[in-house]
């Protein structure tokens, strides 16, 4: 488990847990995080960043078998299975396909979700202790530069978050790298 007390995971899951939008640490930033099964959640991440639903969200999970629930595993080709699992956990995000159900206000406008298995440690935690994936989205408004403190974080967002986790950020300056490993298409570098 990483540096934080059990008592400061229990405060974010329980916000998590009753639908509420959180901040934490991750590998480049600090993100704003949400039950993906929530869709009110969802909404309310996305109207504090001013952030359109069409652009979809980014999961992130402790581990790959937290995203099943999402990802049609079965359409990943045994011969592109490599270039999913080498990526994480890391500052990687990759398309993949979706379960049939996976709700638009995730995917956005694509017949894909971003997701990715992260490397920070508090992160992971949060997510291994929430028991799936979270939503994760940079802590800034909209084409703002993203907040790299929980200062920053409380500056742009006041009283409208129900928890701030947290830590220190990774020792990455720049957002995840996001590819479909199954066309090696790169959106983001």
Known sequence: MSELSQNTYQ????GLTQGGVIAYPTESCFGLGCDPDNKQAVEKILALKQRPVEKGVILIASDYSQLTRYIDDAQIPQDKRYQVFSHWPGPFTLLLP???GVPDYLTGRFDTLAVRVTAHPVARELCRQFGKPIVSTSANLSGQ???K???EVEAVFKTELDYILPGMIGESDKPSTIINPLTQQVFRS
């Open 11 to 14: 405060q974010a899951v329980e």
């Open 98 to 100: 979706i379960k049939q």
């Open 145 to 147: 530069d993203s907040a």
């Open 149 to 151: 403190t929980a200062v």
